[in-house]
């Protein structure tokens, strides 16, 4: 397997425009995660999906975000208008839950967002 | 807050040193693992260790898990340049269903 994929790799727009960002995960697994990460927070979780479910998406900072899993092999993270500080690396991760408990998760190469 | 918390922020060391980093959490986990991030570059899985057990190694890694204090520590044994990274800590907890838990990270730094 190709491991997590993402799209676009870096993404340089202006303030206001859409975004998408882009993931697929590995095929058979069954939990997808959107993470942002930035020096100053850290690493934070998003939102994630089992089986193409939204389960908990308490991590989206607000309204202009929101992410759709269409399918098991799809998921988009949108972020409409845009602004200077959701610049920031985005990733997608994928997993297999074990026995009601999460397990490793795959990470994708991540999105470098710069909204200017 | 759940999330664990990570010490030391940073660490540097001459190549051929041993690197010990510690985690702390708050309450009672399934699992523990352990990511690196190379700059630039995406979280990879070091290992995973679990609430029953207390020790676990792979290659120059060795983690350890005390429940009774909350805490996990990353050995690194013999380290190399190669080895400068951010290393993470991620807890699972039974009430989280799917969601791991990241700490903040230490930054490591060998020098060759």
């Known amino acids: 397997d190709a491991g997590v994929i993402q799209s676009p790799r870096h993404e340089v727009t202006e303030m206001g425009q859409e975004v998408t960002l882009r993931c697929k995960p590995i095929?058979?697994?069954?939990?997808l995660f959107w993470y942002r990460q930035t020096m100053m927070r850290g690493l934070e979780l998003l939102i994630y999906?089992?089986?193409?479910?939204?389960?908990?998406d308490s991590g989206m900072p607000e309204d202009r975000f929101s992410a759709k899993m269409p399918n098991a092999s799809f998921s988009t993270l949108k972020i409409q208008p845009s602004e200077p500080r959701d610049s920031a690396v985005y990733f997608c991760?994928?997993?297999?839950?074990?026995?009601?408990?999460?397990?490793?998760?795959?990470f994708g190469p991540g999105t470098r967002l710069l909204v200017l | 807050s759940q999330q664990g918390e990570e010490d030391p922020q940073a660490l540097s060391i001459q190549e051929g040193e041993n690197a010990t980093m510690n985690c702390s959490y708050k309450?009672?986990?399934?699992?523990l693992q352990w990511y690196r991030q190379n700059s630039g570059r995406g979280l990879v899985h070091l290992i995973l260790?679990?609430?029953?057990?207390r020790e676990k190694h792979s290659g120059r890694l060795r983690v350890t898990l005390d429940t009774s204090k909350k805490s996990s520590s990353l050995l690194i044994t013999a380290s190399r340049a190669a080895d400068t990274a951010s290393y993470f800590c991620?807890?699972?907890?039974?009430?989280?269903?799917?969601?791991?838990?990241f700490g903040q990270g230490t930054e490591l730094s060998v020098k060759p």
């Open positions: 095929s058979g697994h069954d939990y």
């Open positions: 309450t009672s986990i399934n699992n």
């Open positions: 260790i679990r609430s029953n057990e």
């Open positions: 999906f089992n089986n193409n479910v939204p389960i908990d």
């Open positions: 991620a807890t699972a907890y039974y009430n989280q269903g799917g969601k791991l838990i």
């Open positions: 991760a994928s997993s297999l839950m074990g026995l009601g408990v999460q397990e490793t998760q795959y």
